[in-house]
């Protein structure tokens, strides 16, 4: 079955940029999402189609896509943004599946 | 404003089918390029798509999980229902329906709202 794969952790101390990766070789061909979840809430959209940003999240969020990676970027991180971070997409068996990646547990120091 | 509610119960037995009830408001079911989907995330653990259904009555399932999902709409009602068989501890999880609004309809194709969630365990 298709997999996406986020490192486990990511670190940084506040104003720092914060990047998380997700890979996954459907990528190139598959629109990618990003998801912040914080504890005791459900997970909320912050980036979707690769690298756009749905109104309300703030402009320190940004996407990008480079072929098997896609990559969140958080610029300015600021303490509030301290959450758990998912990536989704699909697989491209021409089959609707969508995949969550196992998530990045983002610690701002 | 959009919202998405899940209820069902909070324990069932193991072998037992598990039924939850995702009840929403702000949008139809009707209407072209929406779509309702389940998801799950075991405590501690990663999120993990169930189903979905779409406008057309299209459904959808996990690979790993059809033999056991059903999902249905009550477009009257603004609810879709998610049958899960065979219930087992594994499958102790926190429940979330979410809505999907397509790219053609003017929305994000992403798991745009969601519901808070409902916890289900599963134990005798």
């Known amino acids: 079955s298709y997999e996406l794969t986020q490192p486990p952790s990511v670190s940084v101390s506040p104003g720092q940029t914060a990047r998380i990766t997700c890979s996954g070789y459907a990528l190139p061909n598959q629109y990618a999402y990003w998801y912040q979840q914080k504890p005791g809430q459900a997970p909320v959209l912050v980036i979707y189609k690769d690298t756009e940003r749905p109104s309300g999240i703030p402009e320190r969020f940004s996407g990008s896509n480079s072929g098997t990676t896609v990559t969140l970027t958080i610029s300015g991180v600021q303490a509030e943004d301290e959450a758990d971070y998912y990536c989704?997409?699909?697989?491209?068996?021409?089959?609707?599946?969508?995949?969550f990646g196992g998530g990045t547990k983002l610690t701002v120091l | 404003q959009v919202t998405l509610r899940e209820s069902g119960p909070a324990l069932v037995k193991p072998t037992q089918t598990l039924t939850l009830t995702c009840t929403f408001s702000?949008?139809?079911?009707?209407?072209?390029?929406?779509?309702v989907s389940w998801i799950r995330q075991p405590p501690g653990r990663a999120l993990e798509w169930l189903a979905l259904i779409d406008w057309e009555d299209d459904k959808h399932y996990s690979t790993s999980l059809k033999t056991r999902l059903t999902i249905s709409k009550d477009t009257s009602k603004n609810q879709v229902v998610l049958t899960m068989t065979n219930m087992d501890p594994v499958d102790t999880a926190t429940y979330y329906c979410?809505?999907?609004?397509?790219?053609?309809?003017?929305?994000?194709?992403?798991?745009?709202?969601w519901g808070q969630g409902t916890m289900v365990s599963v134990s005798s």
């Open positions: 702000g949008f139809s079911l009707s209407t072209s390029g929406m779509c």
């Open positions: 979410a809505r999907i609004k397509g790219l053609a309809a003017g929305g994000t194709d992403a798991f745009d709202i």
């Open positions: 989704q997409s699909a697989d491209s068996s021409g089959t609707p599946n969508w995949v």
